[in-house]
């Protein structure tokens, strides 16, 4: 089992940038496909970002393409979340999360391990 830790959350204004970090430990960093996901108030916890075990290819929602890039440091076992030209509807708890199979996935219940979240709130 791998343990996540996110940080970077914060209150941002419109059109600003936050970096998420999500420190691992535990288990080789290296061994997880690792994602990062959202809920917003009211809402279901949805997919933002991923890439797979290997970290060559990544995956993005729609709703966050071109303003969002998802990093990963094995060095540093630390996965990163970096959001530009921020929008109020990003406003949500972000959570990073991993898995043993090497594929990427965009479901929740996919991924074994997850983060407590970091807050992150975008005023317009």
């Known amino acids: 089992q791998v343990q996540l830790v996110e940080s970077g959350g914060g209150l941002v204004q419109a059109g600003g940038s936050l970096r998420l970090s999500c420190a691992a430990s535990g288990r080789t960093f290296s061994s997880y496909a690792m994602g990062w996901f959202r809920r917003a108030p009211g809402k279901e916890r949805e997919f933002v970002a991923a890439?797979?075990?290997?970290?060559?290819?990544?995956y993005y929602a729609d709703s966050v393409k071109g303003r969002f890039t998802i990093s990963r440091d094995n060095a540093k076992n630390t996965v990163y979340l970096q959001m530009n030209s921020l929008k109020p509807e990003d406003t949500a708890v972000y959570y990073c999360?991993?898995?043993?199979?090497?594929?990427?996935?965009?479901?929740?219940?996919?991924?074994?391990?997850w983060g407590q979240g970091t807050q992150v709130t975008v005023s317009s």
């Open positions: 999360a991993a898995r043993t199979v090497p594929y990427y996935s965009a479901l929740p219940a996919d991924f074994g391990s």
């Open positions: 890439f797979s075990r290997s970290g060559a290819t990544t």
